[in-house]
């Protein structure tokens, strides 16, 4: 399948499913405002549902995502959004195990994006772009990577606590926020407190 195909294939299920979803939507009457006033900073990762390890409902918090649930400068905007304007009082940064930031360096990110913009791959040790056909009409790389903090995780514990104190130290977040730091167990769907 082409991937002008799979994106048709793909808008087509999402247009689907939306479609399905309005016709029984009833939560138009939901508040900006999240009911249990926190938010949670967590991993993209396609395997985490923050909904369903956290036991949330919509309406109930504010979920911000990246890659790696770090406290990037963007995080922690919109963490200062969510206390100022909408009233959270307590946050919580949620890393995993198995999480892809922690299997490349800002380096090898920096050099992978040098050589091409296509989609790399990792032989289970490294990542590496694969030999693409001279045919393959894809833009050339960019150095652009190397300038960039692609915030990897080399020791997921101090990566969860390094971003906890980054968080509660910020000029910008007021004292009495509540920051507490887990590391969501993708094998076993627990989450692990993480003490500073």
């Known amino acids: 399948m082409t991937e002008k195909n799979l994106a048709s294939k793909n808008i087509a299920g999402l247009l689907h499913a939306n479609d399905a979803f309005a016709k029984t939507f009833d939560q138009s009457d939901l508040p900006a405002v999240p009911s249990k006033h926190f938010a949670i900073v967590t991993c993209m990762d396609a395997r985490m549902d923050p909904s369903a390890f956290a036991g949330l409902a919509a309406g109930d918090a504010h979920v911000i995502r990246n890659a790696g649930g770090r406290a990037t400068e963007d995080a922690i905007r919109s963490l200062v959004i969510s206390h100022k304007f909408l ?8 890393q995993h195990t198995h999480c892809g930031m922690a299997t490349v360096t800002d380096e090898e990110i920096g050099a992978l994006l040098e050589q091409d ?32 903090s692609w915030y ?9 606590v390094s971003d906890v104190k980054l968080i509660q130290d910020h000029q910008l977040v007021p004292s009495h926020i509540k920051v507490h730091g887990f590391i969501y167990d993708v094998k076993t769907g627990l ?6």
């Open 87 to 94: 009233g959270t009082t307590e946050w919580f940064v949620i």
């Open 117 to 148: 913009l296509e989609t790399a791959v990792l032989d289970g040790e490294r990542w590496s772009n694969p030999q693409r056909d001279s045919s393959e009409n894809t833009k050339p790389g960019s150095d652009l990577g190397k300038c960039l």
């Open 152 to 160: 990897t995780i080399d020791d997921l514990r101090e990566s969860v």
């Open 191 to 196: 989450l692990v407190p993480v003490a500073p």
